[in-house]
C-alpha cells in the first residue's frame, strides 16, 4: 500500500459550515450572526483586549517597570537563581574521600536540573569534596567538620 492509497479515517474530515444558503439550511438569512450591530458587520470585530471603551484591564493594573526578579516586580536586577538543593545526610551515600560533583548527584537521583545548592540538614558522617554552586553556612561547616572539603563552582547556569 502506498501513502497515496490511504483514505482518511472515518469522520476525520469535517464539511465546511455552508452559511446564508436558504432559511431551511439553520444558517440562513443572517449567516448566524444576529441581526445589527458590530457582530454583525464585515471585518474581525474589536481588536484584542477591547473592552468595549473601558479602560482596559493592562492599563487597570499597577503600573510595572524594569527587569522582573522571581516574579517579583522591582527595579533593576536580576532574575533569581533557582537552586536545586541537597541535605547534607544525603550525600552519606557516597563512599569516603570521593568527589561529589553535581553530575554525580544526577546519577544519584537526588536532584534534577539546574544549579545546586548544599543546605546543612542531617549530620555528614564522612569526609568529602563537594562541588556545588552554593553552600550554606552551617553546610560549609559540617562539611569541614568531618574532615571533607567544599568548592564552590563559579558558574551557576552549567550542572556538569
Partial sequence: MKIDELKPARGSR???RRVGRGLG???GAYSGRGRKGQAARSGTGPRPGFEG???IL??????RRGVRAGGVSHAGGLPRVKYAPVNLEALNQFPADSEVTPRQLRAA???RRGPVKILGTGTLDRPLTIKA???SKT???AIEKAGGRAEVIQDAGRTD
Fill in 25 to 27: 439550511s439553520g444558517r
Fill in 109 to 111: 537521583r537526588l536532584i
Fill in 14 to 16: 469535517r464539511r465546511r
Fill in 133 to 135: 554552586h552554593a553552600f
Fill in 58 to 63: 493592562s492599563k487597570r493594573l499597577p503600573f
Fill in 53 to 55: 471603551g473601558q479602560t
Fill in 139 to 141: 553546610a560549609m561547616a
